[in-house]
Antibody
Framework: QVQLRESGSGLVKPSQTLSLSCAVSGGSISSGAYSWSWIRQPPGKGLEWIGSILHTGNTYYASSLRSRVTISGDWSKNQFSLTVNYVTAADSAVYYC???????????WGQGTLVTVSS | DIQMTQSPSTLSASVGDRVTITCRAS??????LAWYQQKPGKAPKLLVYGASILDDGVPSRFSGSGSGTEFTLTISSLQPDDFATYYCKQYHSYPLSFGGGTKVEIK
């Protein structure tokens, strides 16, 4: 059974850096059949795709966040990470990590972690 | 970038009703579209991928259709467990994108 678990800072000050990690068990992020994504959801609002990393290390980002976001993979630890620079209150959200097979929709999600940007 | 527009944003319906949610894309693509169901405080759950393929274990009252720029999710007979928010998402090309969501409420 594949499991994803987010961890990281739950409270970040404005203008600082948000850092989250997603530990994957029951499957390898090195597998060529999947991409690994970060998705967020501000309180009471809809889902926003942030970006994805492939087994090749290639990354793709939302246009609105590309200048501030980095997704990286640690293949030895079987985890991938998200950093968002220069955060503002608008970055406050539940952040999910997720797995998507190449052929379809996201089949496994983390439980989500709430990140609040506040001084 | 492909923009996904869902309608309606809110839908009030009764148990047993037939419900249809529409997702329109700003650019045409084939069938690389998924539908998700989300309940409060939970991660979304995959219902449909490939525009019309039900994920394992999804009840047959759910169906998806469409291609090009218009896609629909239909619930043939709404059940109490179906009151939730539904999202479409295109995975035809990066950057990926979600629709704004449709909240299905009890009438």
């Amino acid at each position: 059974q594949v499991q994803l678990r987010e961890s990281g800072s739950g409270l970040v000050k404005p203008s600082q850096t948000l850092s989250l990690s997603c530990a994957v068990s029951g499957g390898s992020i090195s597998s060529g059949a999947y991409s690994w994504s970060w998705i967020r959801q501000p309180p009471g609002k809809g889902l926003e795709w942030i970006g994805s990393i492939l087994h090749t290390g290639n990354t793709y980002y939302a246009s609105s966040l590309r200048s501030r976001v980095t997704i990286s993979g640690d293949w030895s630890k079987n985890q991938f990470s998200l950093t968002v620079n220069y955060v503002t209150a608008a970055d406050s959200a539940v952040y999910y990590c997720a797995r998507r097979p190449d052929y379809g929709g996201i089949d496994y999600w983390g439980q989500g972690t709430l990140v609040t940007v506040s001084s | 970038d492909i923009q996904m527009t869902q309608s309606p944003s809110t839908l009030s319906a009764s148990v047993g009703d037939r419900v249809t949610i529409t997702c329109r894309a700003s650019q045409s693509f084939n069938t690389l579209l998924a539908w998700y169901q989300q309940k409060p405080g939970k991660a979304p759950k995959l219902l449909v991928y490939g525009a019309s393929i039900l994920d394992d274990g999804v009840p047959s009252r759910f169906s998806g259709s469409g291609s090009g720029t218009e896609f629909t999710l239909t619930i043939s007979s709404l059940q109490p467990d179906d009151f939730a928010t539904y999202y479409c998402k295109q995975y035809h090309s990066y950057p990926l994108s979600f629709g704004g969501g449709t909240k299905v409420e009890i009438k």
